[in-house]
């Protein structure tokens, strides 16, 4: 059973550590609370129409990996900052390239700036695309992007 065409269900997906945000390394990631953010983006999402924006945050790899297999039929798209796990989670490229639903890529930080681990994304050949580097602006660029992907159908 496929989504109706009209319909707009987005995923966010928040990986580990970022429930510290507003306190974690604000000269790095900004001085917003996830809470924050999340709120921002079911503002933006409201306005854009959209019918259904859900949230998840976890530190579990094999949390975020279920999500995002149980987005299939659920979800039109997936916003996602992997955070850490971007650079290492093979399950969690796996699980994306394994299902239909595409998948934005987000990242409050610039990491093509910072450390050199950083800058490798083991996701980004499976993701749509990735933004990077404009902390909450990324978020909202990632869901009006996903809006408008939806829309044209």
Known sequence: ?????????????????????????????????LNDINEILKTRAKELEVDEINFLQSNFEGELVEAIQKARGRYDFIL??????THY????????????????????????KREEFRHNSVIAPVVM???????VDSYIAALEIAVRKLRRG
Do not use: W
Not at 97 to 105: D, L
Not at 129 to 135: D, V
């Open 1 to 33: 059973m496929g989504l109706n065409i009209n319909t707009k269900r987005i995923l966010v997906l928040h990986g580990p550590n970022l429930n510290l945000l507003g306190t974690r390394e604000p000269e790095i990631y900004g001085s917003l609370t």
């Open 80 to 85: 996602l900052n992997a955070a850490a796990l």
């Open 89 to 112: 989670s093979v399950a969690l490229r796996d699980a994306i390239a394994a299902i239909p639903v595409p998948v934005i890529e987000i990242h409050l930080s610039n990491v093509h």
């Open 129 to 135: 695309g990735q933004i990077c580097g404009f902390g």
